[in-house]
C-alpha cells in the first residue's frame, strides 16, 4: 500500500509515474486528503485507473480523510527555532491571518475549549514537547517549550491527555465525503478513531453523502481513547471492515514502548474475526532519504508478515521520498522472502458459521493436496474474504462480476483479483483463462485447483461447494 504524493505522481507524467509502482508491486493507493487541491485528486484517481488498465495490474483507491488533526497555521518562513523554556501563544483566533513572526502562532482548531493546565502538547508530530500552562482566553492557550527544536507551518500537533469527546468528523471530513462519493474509489479511511460507535456514525454520514453500500471503511488506530480497553479494540475490530495500526500518532498518544503490544493485540482482535488489518506509519521511513532500508526495518516488516497483516502501507517514503521505487521494491522483497520462508502465526477466526467453515476446510484441502490455487466466486467479496482470514499458503484468485469488488479484494491477505461476467462456473474458466496465459502453475502441464462456490450463485453469504479441477 503507497501514499501517493509529488514523489510518485504530476500532473504532467501522472500515468507513466504510477505504472512504475505498479509494476513495482503496489497493490493499494493511499490518496491522502489532508493535502492537494480536489482537482487534483480527480486527475489522480483518472491516472491510477488509467496506468491499472495499461499495465494490468488491478488496485484499490483508498481515500484517507484528514479527521480531527490539529495542526499549526501558516508560520513566517513557513518555520520558527524554539528553545526550552520559551512560551509560545496558540490562537485559534488567528487560524486565517498572516504570522508576524513572534511566539504567536496560529492554529486550525480552537484548543482553548478543550485542553486542561498540566496538559501535554507535542508539536510538529512529536519534535517539540510543550506543557500546557495557561488559558488565555476563549481561543487562546499558553504552554511550555520542553526541548529546543523547530516548529513548522501546517504541522501537526498531539494531545495524549485531552478528551476531545465526539468531535471525531470535522466539517473538513464532510466535505470531502461530499467529493468523495461519486468518485471511482473502493476504501474511505477513517482518521483518529476512538471507538466502534465512530465507526457505525461514519457509515450514516457516507450513506448520508451518497456513496454505495459497497463502500468499505478503514479505522485508523492512532488514539489512546481507541487502545486503552481490549474492549474497545475488541469491539472496533468487530465493527470496522479494514483496521488500520497507524503507529505515528499512536506513539505520541501512548508512548512508544506500547506500540508494539498495542500492534499485536490489534492484528490479533482483526483475525479473530477475519477483519483484514493494515500496519502503517515508517514501516521503511529511513528510506525517505536512502536508498537501502535498515536492518530492523526488514525486521519490523517481516514481523508484519508472521503476525498475519494484509497489508504494509508506505507513507511519506512514496509520497515525497527521494527513492520511491527502491522503497518499494526492497518491501515487496522483504514481503516475498518472509512469506516463503516463515509460516504465518496460526489464529482460528472466531466465527462458526456453515459458510465459514466451508471456507476454512476449502483451505485446508487445497493445501493438503499441495494445490496450484484457489479460486473464489464472489459476489460481494465474502467469500475470498474468508478464504483469505485462513491465511493460506496457496494463491487464491478472486473472480467477482464487480469492478469495485474486485478491486477490494486486492487489499486481502494472498488474493489475486480478476472480473468476469457472472454465469454458470464462471471462476473455474477464469482460472482455466489464466492458467493459459501463464499466471500460476507450469504452461503445458497439469494444474490442479480447488475451487470454492455455491449452488445457489449470487446468493450472498452461500458458499456451500468444494471442488477439486483438474486444468
Same mark, same amino acid.
Given at each position: 500500500m503507497a501514499t501517493i504524493g509529488p514523489a510518485t505522481w504530476s500532473p504532467e507524467g501522472g500515468v507513466a509515474q504510477i505504472e512504475k509502482i505498479l509494476n513495482a508491486g503496489v497493490n493499494i493507493c493511499r490518496l491522502n486528503f489532508s493535502h492537494g487541491s480536489y482537482e487534483e485528486k480527480e486527475q489522480v484517481i483518472r491516472d491510477i485507473r488509467e496506468a491499472s488498465r495499461n499495465t494490468g495490474h488491478r488496485v484499490a483507491i483508498v481515500q484517507d480523510l484528514q479527521?480531527?488533526?490539529?495542526? #499549526?497555521?501558516?508560520?513566517?518562513?513557513? @518555520?520558527?527555532?524554539?528553545?526550552?523554556?520559551?512560551? #509560545?501563544?496558540l490562537d485559534y483566533a488567528l487560524k486565517d491571518s498572516e504570522h508576524d513572526g513572534s511566539h504567536t502562532l496560529p492554529v486550525q482548531y480552537n484548543l482553548a475549549e478543550k485542553v486542561k493546565?498540566?496538559?501535554?502538547?507535542?508539536?510538529?508530530?512529536?519534535?517539540?514537547?510543550?506543557?500546557?500552562?495557561?488559558?488565555?482566553?476563549?481561543?487562546?492557550?499558553?504552554?511550555?517549550?520542553?526541548?529546543?527544536?523547530?516548529?513548522?507551518?501546517k504541522k501537526g500537533i498531539n494531545l495524549p491527555d485531552t478528551d476531545f469527546g465526539d468531535d471525531v468528523f470535522p466539517e473538513k471530513d464532510l466535505q470531502d465525503m461530499r467529493f468523495g462519493a461519486d468518485k471511482d474509489i473502493d476504501f474511505v479511511a477513517l482518521s483518529f478513531i476512538q471507538n466502534a460507535e465512530n465507526i457505525v456514525e461514519a457509515r450514516r454520514l457516507l450513506k448520508e453523502a451518497g456513496y454505495p453500500d459497497s463502500i468499505k471503511i478503514i479505522a485508523k488506530i492512532e488514539t489512546k481513547q481507541a487502545v486503552t480497553s481490549d474492549d474497545t479494540m475488541d469491539a472496533i475490530a468487530r465493527e470496522a471492515d479494514v483496521v488500520m495500526v497507524a503507529r505515528g500518532d499512536m506513539a505520541y498518544e501512548v508512548g512508544m514502548q506500547?506500540?508494539?503490544?498495542? *500492534?499485536?493485540?490489534?492484528?490479533?482482535?482483526?483475525?479473530?474475526?477475519?477483519?483484514?488489518?493494515?500496519?502503517? =506509519?515508517?514501516?521503511?521511513?529511513?528510506?525517505?532519504?536512502?536508498?537501502?532500508?535498515?536492518?530492523?526495518?526488514?525486521?519490523?516488516?517481516? @514481523?508484519?508478515?508472521?503476525?498475519?497483516?494484509?497489508?504494509?502501507? &508506505?507513507?511519506?517514503?512514496?509520497?515525497?521520498?527521494?527513492?520511491?521505487?527502491?522503497?518499494?521494491?526492497? #518491501?515487496?522483497?522483504?514481503?516475498?522472502?518472509?512469506?516463503?520462508?516463515?509460516?504465518?502465526?496460526?489464529?482460528?477466526?472466531? $466465527?462458526?458459521?456453515?459458510?465459514?467453515?466451508?471456507?476454512?476446510?476449502?483451505?485446508?484441502?487445497?493445501?493438503?493436496?499441495?494445490?496450484?490455487?484457489?479460486?473464489?466466486?464472489?459476489?460481494?467479496?465474502? =467469500?475470498?474474504?474468508?478464504?483469505?482470514?485462513?491465511?493460506?499458503?496457496?494463491?487464491?484468485?478472486?473472480?467477482?462480476?464487480?469492478?469495485?469488488?474486485?478491486?477490494?479484494?486486492?487489499?486481502?491477505?494472498?488474493?489475486? @483479483?480478476?472480473?468476469?461476467?457472472?454465469?454458470?462456473?464462471?471462476? &473455474?474458466?477464469?482460472?482455466?483463462?489464466?492458467?493459459?496465459?501463464?499466471?500460476?502453475?507450469?504452461?503445458?502441464?497439469? $494444474?490442479?485447483?480447488?475451487? #470454492?462456490?455455491?449452488?445457489? *450463485?449470487?446468493?450472498?453469504?452461500?458458499?456451500?461447494?468444494?471442488?477439486?479441477?483438474?486444468?
Open positions: 479527521g480531527p488533526k490539529i495542526r #499549526l497555521g501558516d508560520i513566517k518562513d513557513d @518555520s520558527l527555532f524554539v528553545k526550552t523554556g520559551d512560551e #509560545l501563544i493546565v498540566g496538559e501535554v502538547a507535542w508539536i510538529f508530530d512529536g519534535k517539540v514537547k510543550t506543557t500546557i500552562t495557561e488559558i488565555l482566553s476563549g481561543t487562546a492557550i499558553k504552554v511550555r517549550v520542553e526541548n529546543d527544536g523547530e516548529v513548522k507551518r506500547a506500540v508494539p503490544t498495542i *500492534q499485536r493485540k490489534l492484528v490479533h482482535f482483526c483475525r479473530k474475526y477475519g477483519t483484514q488489518v493494515i500496519v502503517a =506509519t515508517q514501516t521503511m521511513g529511513t528510506m525517505y532519504d536512502n536508498p537501502i532500508p535498515t536492518r530492523a526495518e526488514a525486521d519490523n516488516v517481516a @514481523s508484519a508478515v508472521i503476525m498475519g497483516a494484509d497489508a504494509i502501507m &508506505l507513507s511519506e517514503e512514496t509520497a515525497v521520498g527521494h527513492f520511491p521505487l527502491e522503497t518499494i521494491n526492497a #518491501l515487496r522483497e522483504i514481503i516475498e522472502y518472509t512469506q516463503v520462508n516463515n509460516e504465518v502465526e496460526y489464529l482460528k477466526p472466531d $466465527s462458526e458459521l456453515p459458510v465459514e467453515r466451508v471456507c476454512r476446510q476449502g483451505v485446508k484441502l487445497a493445501e493438503s493436496i499441495e494445490a496450484d490455487a484457489i479460486i473464489t466466486e464472489t459476489k460481494t467479496g465474502f =467469500t475470498t474474504w474468508l478464504a483469505s482470514s485462513n491465511r493460506p499458503s496457496i494463491c487464491i484468485i478472486s473472480v467477482s462480476d464487480s469492478e469495485r469488488v474486485a478491486n477490494q479484494m486486492m487489499m486481502c491477505y494472498g488474493v489475486d @483479483s480478476y472480473v468476469a461476467p457472472y454465469e454458470h462456473n464462471y471462476g &473455474l474458466m477464469t482460472a482455466e483463462r489464466l492458467k493459459a496465459a501463464g499466471v500460476f502453475g507450469v504452461v503445458g502441464e497439469e $494444474s490442479v485447483v480447488v475451487v #470454492l462456490s455455491g449452488r445457489q *450463485q449470487g446468493v450472498v453469504g452461500g458458499t456451500d461447494t468444494i471442488q477439486i479441477r483438474t486444468i
